[in-house]
């Protein structure tokens, strides 16, 4: 293989005039990070919603959990991307979306809405499964004792069923935050857009791109250990 | 409703009618073929991944799962990057050429997603050989049958057949992947409509219209996976 | 504050470990700390008429009609699948029915008007498989209903639970989850959950059919005690030496109809229908 290996090259100056290829890396790690942060909090709250809704006794809640999910998992998410990004504003009255477009930082905004409400389709289907899982009992034993649906989920159904979903939350999770490399087509600086752009900038290919496969890995195992602790500290005795 | 009319008022589907023939011929034809070849080429490795993964020799599990692993660690944007550029070097590394070679985006795309998927399909495999009873190995040997006899005419048909319904949903998700493509600038279906959507200035028409087309394929591709899961299920 | 028409008794057997109490050795009185408040003095505190219901196309419950008054025993037994569990659930409203009409205390259960929350704040009920909730503590599955549903401070609900806790020989193990429990201690803490609520009437659906052999004893004490107490109950079980030694009344259901209702004595006695006779052999034979 006949290519020029240079190691040195994340501390050398990035044409960008702020700092080495290391910095530039570094500040794609800080918004992959931040984005897949802000994704969650947005899939969390509403996959949760989504998933409580498809296990309620009325029809009506349910058509519209399986809408939503069906609607966010049968569209690419690229596609959903740019959804959000280009065709939104177009489609919105013409004040809001000028003032979309003149939104600063508008890729990291899009980027965390689409992640969210996409992420939020995947953990409603876990969310779901798990609220399913538990026994039928639960549910009655909650309402026999007087407890009102929305208090039964509260405080019985849903603290068993995030302790029963955990291990796939925690790979939505990832999933999640891998995600985010796709917001790179509509501009977002994380860290797989300055990967290349650090090869575009220093041809230095398999450098730019060893570095982020290693900071991907690391993120991995640091989420992977966090949910194991996460795990053992809500473990219920006994079970 | 007044909105709603005013939203596509000032559309113009015109622009969906005269290209047509090239985001389905060109674009859908090329999404379809790779999905198509990754897929099988997927799932073949997967289940030769899975196999070593549960041969219970030394090193071959190890090797199998720190693969999978790797591949599951990484955003397959960044994967895509990675054989688009890694590939022309490997291909002369092989063949002992000069210069690295050029490899065309098709052949570039269709290993970095039979490599990528694989990792994904051998974890449906590894579930799917060992929802197999061990008595059906255990009766497989019994009567004579080598070890990839027992694989090849015993466990393996068992395996794929329940996996069935799981396989084809990641083959949809699959489909849905190979969108993707379009950080390489090559003209699959989302490809296509974009340079359409750039070309005629029409991003709002030819996006809507992508996710219409995607979303019916894949809502009626699951349709048809969930009928078949209940016909697997009734069978078994 | 003690004001039971019986006095207690002692328990029947005790099979627990000496680090539990047995139920009914506590230092004071019974499991029934507050008389409950009843608001229909005349009446039944049950009342089950013409009830129907149907799955589907599938009729599990036929124009049943029977009733409990207050501080009577009612044993509702029958081979399985014939609607006995279904119907003690039409009670509290966890099932609804087509058909008829159920009111508890006065109130009818599937009235749209009716603020169900509370009224089946006032039915006690314990299930066949306990149901304590695995992710909380005993003390937090004895006091979560009394502070959501009854609005009681959180320091006089587990006070409550807690003597509730010690009339059931359990007290040693508020501490504790239920994973940790045996069948018949998680069921003697899901009774005295039922009765933290200060319930006016007790429906048991098949509390002893999930435990060991071992462990039915405990559980059974526990119910002759409250019996013997004076509560209102309606049980849905085959323990038929729990039927003989507390029961008022039985009510034999076969295929979704009420068969029999009778007096303890006549039904055990002389059944008048074929169906319970033969439950009766059968059961009774081992």
């Given amino acids: ?239 | 409703m007044g909105l709603g009319l005013a939203m596509f008022s000032n559309f113009d589907f015109s622009v969906i009618l005269n290209s047509w023939r090239y985001l389905f011929f060109d674009g859908m034809a090329f999404t379809l073929t790779l999905t198509a070849l990754a897929a099988i080429g997927g799932v073949v490795l997967g289940t030769l991944i899975a196999m070593m993964r549960l041969s219970g020799l030394p090193v071959l599990p190890q090797v199998a799962k720190a693969y999978v692993n790797f591949m599951r660690s990484l955003p397959l944007v960044l994967v895509i990057f990675w054989f688009y550029f890694l590939v022309p070097y490997i291909g002369q590394w092989i063949i002992g050429s000069e210069r690295p070679i050029q490899v065309g985006a098709f052949s570039s795309s269709l290993i970095t997603f039979t490599l990528f998927e694989a990792a994904y399909f051998s974890e449906i495999m590894r579930a799917g050989i060992q929802s197999i009873p061990k008595g059906q190995s255990a009766a497989a040997s019994a009567l004579g049958l080598t070890y990839w006899q027992s694989m090849g005419s015993i466990i393996l048909p068992q395996a794929f057949r329940n996996m069935l319904p799981v396989l084809l949903t990641q083959t949809i998700v699959l489909f849905q992947d190979t969108s993707l493509v379009y950080v390489l600038s090559i003209t699959d279906f989302l490809g296509a409509a974009s340079k359409i959507a750039q070309r005629d200035g029409r991003l709002v028409e030819m996006y809507v219209f992508a996710a219409i087309v995607y979303f019916a394929i894949c809502f009626i591709a699951s349709l048809l996976v969930r009928r078949l899961q209940r016909r697997v299920a009734i069978i078994r | 504050m003690t004001s039971s028409a019986m006095p207690p008794v002692s328990p029947v057997s005790e099979p627990q470990a000496a680090t539990d109490a047995a139920p009914g050795t506590g230092p004071v009185g019974t499991l029934l700390t507050e008389r409950p408040p009843v608001t229909a003095t005349t009446g039944p505190m049950i009342a089950i008429d013409d009830v129907s219901k149907w799955y589907g196309d599938f009729q599990v419950l036929t124009n049943c009609t029977t009733s409990v008054t207050k501080g009577e025993v009612v044993v509702v037994c029958g081979p399985s699948g014939s609607g006995k569990s279904t119907l003690i659930k039409c009670v509290n409203a966890l099932e609804p029915f087509q058909k008829g009409q159920i009111t508890v205390d006065g109130t009818r259960v599937a009235d749209k008007k009716t603020n169900l929350p509370k009224l089946r704040s006032r039915v006690g009920m314990v299930f066949q498989h306990f149901e304590l909730f695995p992710h909380l503590s005993i003390t937090d599955n004895l006091s979560l209903a009394q502070r959501k549903v009854l609005g009681r401070p959180k320091a006089e609900a587990e006070a409550k639970g807690l003597a509730l806790l010690e009339r059931v020989g359990l007290k040693a193990h508020a501490h504790k989850f239920p994973g940790q429990l045996s069948g018949g201690q998680q069921q003697r803490v899901a009774i005295a959950r039922a009765l933290a609520m200060n319930p006016i009437v007790m429906l048991f659906d098949e509390p002893t059919s999930a435990l060991d052999p071992e462990m039915v004893g405990e559980v059974l004490d526990v119910m002759v005690e409250l019996a013997r107490e004076g509560m209102t109950m309606m049980v849905v079980t085959h323990e038929m030496g729990f039927a003989r030694k507390v029961a008022n009344r039985v009510i034999f259901m076969d295929k979704g109809e009420i068969v029999e209702d009778a007096q303890k004595e006549e039904f055990f006695g002389s059944p008048r229908s074929e169906r319970a006779q033969t439950f009766l052999s059968r059961i009774l034979s081992h």
């Fill in chain 1, 1 to 239: 293989m006949n290519y020029n290996w240079n190691w040195g090259i994340f501390f050398e100056a990035s044409p960008e005039g702020n700092g080495t290829y290391a910095d530039m890396l570094l500040s794609g790690l800080m918004w992959t990070i931040v984005t897949a942060l802000c994704a969650w909090v947005i899939a969390f709250a509403v996959g949760s919603v989504i998933g409580v809704l498809r296990t309620l006794p009325g029809r009506g809640a349910q058509m519209v959990g399986n809408a939503y999910v069906e609607l966010f998992r049968n569209i690419p998410l690229l596609v959903q991307m740019f959804l959000w990004y280009f065709v939104l504003p177009e489609v919105l009255p013409e004040s809001w979306g000028t003032w979309l477009k003149q939104l600063p930082n508008a890729p990291f905004y899009t980027a965390v809405v689409c992640l969210g409400f996409f992420t939020a389709s995947r953990v409603a289907e876990q969310v779901r499964a798990g609220i399913q899982a538990l026994p039928r009992g639960q549910r009655m034993a909650g309402t026999a004792l007087g407890l009102t649906t929305a208090q039964t989920y509260r405080y019985v159904l849903l603290p068993n069923a995030y302790r029963i979903i955990l291990p796939p939350l925690t790979s939505e999770f990832l999933n999640n935050l891998k995600n985010t490399s796709v917001a790179l087509t509509i501009g977002l600086l994380e860290l797989t857009a300055r990967a290349r752009a650090m090869q575009e900038f220093s041809f230095q290919v398999f450098e730019a791109f060893t570095a982020a496969t290693v900071i991907y890995i690391i993120i991995n195992l640091i989420v992977v250990t966090v949910a194991g602790v996460i795990e053992r500290r809500v473990a219920v005795p006994g079970r």
